[in-house]
T-cell receptor, first 111, second 113 residues
Framework: DTGVSQDPRHKITKRGQNVTFRCDPISEHNRLYWYRQTLGQGPEFLTY????????KSRLLSDRFSAERPKGSFSTLEIQRTEQGDSAMYLC?????????FGPGTRLTVT | DQQVKQNSPSLSVQEGRISILNCDYT??????FLWYKKYPAEGPTFLIS?????DKNEDGRFTVFLNKSAKHLSLHIVPSQPGDSAVYFCAASDSSNTGKLIFGQGTTLQVKP
């Protein structure tokens, strides 16, 4: 296994459009996390899955955001009606216990 | 409310010398601490971690020290190499909870040849 992968790596979209990102975690990892990072800041927690169950959502995750992890494998993060403030790096991480391993991220630019 | 703080935005050291990166936290429920390194356009890479039952953990050139009474941890890199130049993030979690990480703002380390 080569680690956590994310697709796409870059996404440019117009304000008001919907976007969906995919994360494939390390195969034996049952925990999956989504974070968002803006310029000059550390990553901020968005949501957490244990297997297929979404167990925590941050207040940062407005109603326009939804995440799924069907069958406890890959995960998707959808943003509806994108706004310019959604422009950020979206990071996915997975773990079994202990340290989390991050993917390369998806850079979203909303114009 | 910034629960994890890295008060030095940048640090510059000479190759071969020691780099010391600092991190402070406020939440006494944190019991697991990690350091990540990040290059531009890449995700954070795990470096080293420490549990609150220890005060030191070493892995090659990297050592993390934890002072629970001061709610302070530091990362020592000895000797520093130009390839260590990157942004370093300190992170903390409450392992009895979901294990979500709370990150500091990062410190940019530059190691000069």
């Amino acid at each position: 296994d080569t680690g956590v992968s994310q697709d796409p790596r870059h996404k440019i979209t117009k304000r008001g459009q919907n976007v969906t990102f995919r994360c494939d975690p390390i195969s034996e990892h049952n925990r999956l996390y989504w974070y968002r990072q803006t310029l000059g800041q550390g990553p901020e927690f968005l949501t957490y899955f244990q297997n297929e169950a979404q167990l925590e959502k941050s207040r940062l995750l407005s109603d326009r955001f939804s995440a799924e992890r069907p069958k406890g494998s890959f995960s998707t993060l959808e943003i509806q009606r994108t706004e310019q403030g959604d422009s950020a790096m979206y990071l996915c991480a997975s773990s079994f216990r202990g340290e989390q391993y991050f993917g390369p991220g998806t850079r979203l630019t909303v114009t | 409310d910034q629960q994890v703080k890295q008060n030095s935005p940048s640090l510059s050291v000479q190759e071969g010398r020691i780099s010391i990166l600092n991190c402070d936290y406020t939440n006494s429920m944190f019991d697991y601490f990690l350091w990540y390194k990040k290059y531009p356009a890449e995700g954070p890479t795990f470096l080293i971690s420490i549990s609150s039952i220890k005060d030191k953990n070493e892995d090659g050139r990297f050592t993390v020290f934890l002072n629970k009474s001061a709610k302070h941890l530091s990362l020592h890199i000895v000797p520093s190499q130009p390839g260590d130049s990157a942004v370093y993030f300190c992170a903390a979690s409450d392992s009895s909870n979901t294990g979500k990480l709370i990150f500091g703002q990062g410190t940019t380390l530059q190691v000069k040849p």
